[in-house]
């Protein structure tokens, strides 16, 4: 589901993501720039959609912290959440998404250091964490 550069505004539903079980793909990104779409925190429901390999949601002003049942998406293999609000530390329970090749989190408010669970990703390649505070 591709609902990229569509100027999307308001929360991302958490009661729609939960009856979403069987998706693959999210795209939720905003247009680069203008990081006025998509507001509120990450859904906890992201944890129920274990076939989801990815998610993009990156130029939006989503804020909270990432839900620690993120690592409930066991399929997931690219995660950017860049230009957003997030803040908080990255949860430890990512380290249970041994699919993960993509982790973006770039220019978000994150503290806190990386979690030693990520040296269990076998395959991630990229992690981009730069302009966060304190990582």
């Known amino acids: 589901l591709s609902l990229a550069y569509h100027n999307l505004h308001g929360t ?7 009856k979403l079980t069987k998706l693959t793909f999210l795209d939720l990104d905003g247009r680069e720039y203008d990081s006025t779409g998509l507001s509120g925190n990450i859904p906890t429901e992201i944890g129920l959609l274990t076939s989801l390999t990815f998610l993009y949601s990156s130029y939006n002003s989503l804020s909270g912290s990432i839900p ?7 399929g997931l293999e690219r995660f950017n959440v860049d230009f957003n609000d997030l803040s908080g530390s990255i949860p430890s329970e990512m380290g ?22 990520f040296g269990q990703l076998s395959f991630l390649e990229l992690l981009m964490l730069r302009k966060c505070r304190a990582l």
């Not at 991302?12 to 939960?18: C, D, F, R, T, Y």
């Not at 620690?68 to 066991?74: A, E, F, P, R, V």
């Open 68 to 74: 620690s049942n993120i690592g409930d998406t066991i």
């Open 12 to 18: 991302i539903p958490g009661e729609v993501l939960a």
């Open 96 to 117: 249970r998404l041994t699919n993960l090749i993509d982790f973006y989190a770039s220019e978000n408010l994150l503290t806190g250091a990386i979690p030693t669970e």
